[in-house]
């Protein structure tokens, strides 16, 4: 699977949006960009992935660039409950394969203030 | 609550014992995954599971191992446990293993003294 960079961290204001960067420059063309989150040693939470298409759902958005290489996640409005370490994953689709592990890297903490 | 269950949600044991930790998965999901999260490795695939039969092994130790049962539940058997196992153990679940989506559970904090 690729590897992604992310910030170590980010600081947002409650209620702006939150735009989380990350470079995926050795992306190939069947894998996917996948985003989780952590709060605080809880159960990391699925929030949206994408293969090349921009993608909403009622948690985020994601914006992948053309090419590939970097992908944003964005949270509208975020709140203080937003505040989590987000993780940007690649994952790979291997026909006929058994590994379908998610590789998690340290992710961007994402602080939102009031 | 992604409707992953995990039990117990703390265990404090000593070192060379050994314990179980429990996953459910979500209702129809039948592949299960372990990851391991410490201080200093981070969340670390261990150990995927699919319909009761291994599918993978990440960085799972040799005194560690795991089963799914019939009923699609999993344990995860730690071993001859030492300090450095100290961790939280999340499970999550899929649909399959090609379903995109894996959905955690809340994890079990380990605490070896």
């Known amino acids: 699977d690729a590897k992604t960079t992310q910030p170590p961290s980010m600081d947002c204001a409650e209620g702006r949006a939150a735009n989380l960067p990350c470079n995926h420059s050795?992306?190939?063309?069947?894998?996917?960009v996948y985003w989780y989150r952590q709060i605080h040693s809880q159960g990391p939470q699925y929030i949206i992935h994408?293969?090349?298409n921009n993608e909403t759902n009622e948690m985020a958005s994601l914006i992948i660039t053309e090419d590939r290489k970097s992908s944003t996640l964005i949270l509208p409005h975020a709140t203080l409950r937003d505040t989590a370490v987000y993780y940007c994953?690649?994952?790979?689709?291997?026909?006929?394969?058994?590994?379908?592990?998610?590789?998690f890297g340290k992710g961007t903490l994402l602080t939102v203030n009031p | 609550d992604s409707g992953v269950t995990q039990t117990p949600k703390h265990l404090i044991t000593a070192t060379g014992q050994r314990v179980t930790l429990r996953c459910s998965p979500r209702?129809?999901?039948?592949?299960v995954y372990w990851y391991q999260q410490s201080l200093d490795q981070g969340l670390q695939f261990l150990i995927q599971?699919?319909?009761?039969?291994?599918?993978a092994k990440g960085n799972i130790l040799e005194r560690f191992s795991a089963q799914q049962f019939p009923d699609l539940h999993s344990e995860l058997n730690l071993s001859s446990l030492e300090l450095g196992d100290s961790a939280l153990y999340f499970c999550?679940?899929?649909?399959?293993?090609?379903?995109?989506?894996?959905?955690f559970g809340p994890g079990t904090r380990l605490l070896v003294l």
């Open positions: 999550a679940s899929s649909v399959d293993p090609r379903q995109e989506t894996q959905y």
């Open positions: 050795t992306i190939s063309g069947n894998e996917y």
């Open positions: 994408g293969l090349k």
């Open positions: 994953i690649v994952r790979g689709w291997q026909s006929g394969g058994s590994n379908y592990k998610l590789t």
């Open positions: 209702s129809g999901d039948l592949s």
């Open positions: 599971y699919y319909n009761g039969e291994e599918r």
